[in-house]
C-alpha cells in the first residue's frame, strides 16, 4: 500500500542579486545555488514569504529562481501536474512580489506637489523666454611648472646616498627627499 506524501520536494536553481549579470561568453555570473525545500512547510513560508501576513521571506533578495523538477521524498516525479503549476506560479510570484507600502498624509501631500510643479514646469517651457548665446571667451590652459627629474639624476643621488650612508635609500623616497638626507648628513 502506497502511501501519498503530504508535502513535494521543490527543487530550485536560486539566483542572488539585483539582475542577472553574464559575461562576455553569455554564462550567468550571480551567485548561484541549488536548493530543496518542501513545499507549504515552515522552511517554504520563511524562505518565500508569507502573502496572508505581509513579510517578505529570503527570496526576496533572489533576482530569479527557477523550478528544477517537483519530486517526493522518495525521489519520484510529482504527477499532480495542477500542483506543479501552482507551485510554479507561486515562485514566480514571491520573487516579483513588491512591497508596496501605504503613503502617509505628509508623503502624499508631497507626492501631490512634485506632479503640480512638474505640470507647471511643463507648461512654462513653452512660454520662456529664449536666452541669447554668449560668446565664452576661449580659455587659457594653465600649466603647472613641475621639476622633472631625470632618471639618471634619481640613480646618481642613490648611489651617493648608498655611499654615505651605507644602505639603499627607501624606496619611496623622492629626488628632493633624497637630496635633503644627504645635505642633513654632510652639514652635521
Known amino acids: 500500500m502506497e502511501q501519498k506524501q503530504k508535502y513535494p520536494i521543490v527543487h530550485l536553481h536560486v539566483y542572488k542579486g539585483d539582475r542577472i549579470l553574464k559575461d562576455e561568453k553569455g554564462q550567468i555570473v550571480n551567485v548561484n545555488f541549488s536548493h530543496k525545500l518542501p513545499y507549504e512547510n515552515v522552511c517554504w513560508k520563511n524562505y518565500f514569504g508569507d502573502p496572508i501576513k505581509g513579510h517578505g521571506g529570503i527570496a526576496k533578495e533572489s533576482c530569479r529562481i527557477d523550478v528544477i523538477k517537483i519530486t517526493t521524498k522518495n525521489g519520484d516525479l510529482w504527477e499532480d501536474q495542477d500542483k506543479v503549476e501552482k507551485i510554479t506560479k507561486e515562485v514566480q510570484e514571491a520573487v ?93
Do not use: C, W
Open 96 to 188: 516579483n512580489r513588491k512591497k508596496v507600502k501605504p503613503l502617509t498624509p505628509e508623503q502624499q501631500q508631497i507626492a501631490d506637489l512634485k506632479e503640480q510643479v512638474a505640470q507647471m514646469a511643463e507648461m512654462m517651457k513653452g512660454q520662456a523666454p529664449k536666452k541669447e548665446a554668449v560668446k565664452e571667451a576661449p580659455k587659457k590652459e594653465v600649466v603647472d611648472e613641475v621639476d622633472e627629474v631625470v632618471e639618471d639624476d634619481i640613480e646618481v643621488l642613490k648611489a651617493e646616498y648608498k655611499k654615505i650612508f651605507k644602505k639603499n635609500p627607501h624606496h619611496r623616497l623622492s629626488s628632493k627627499a633624497i637630496k635633503q638626507k644627504i645635505q642633513e648628513h654632510l652639514n652635521n
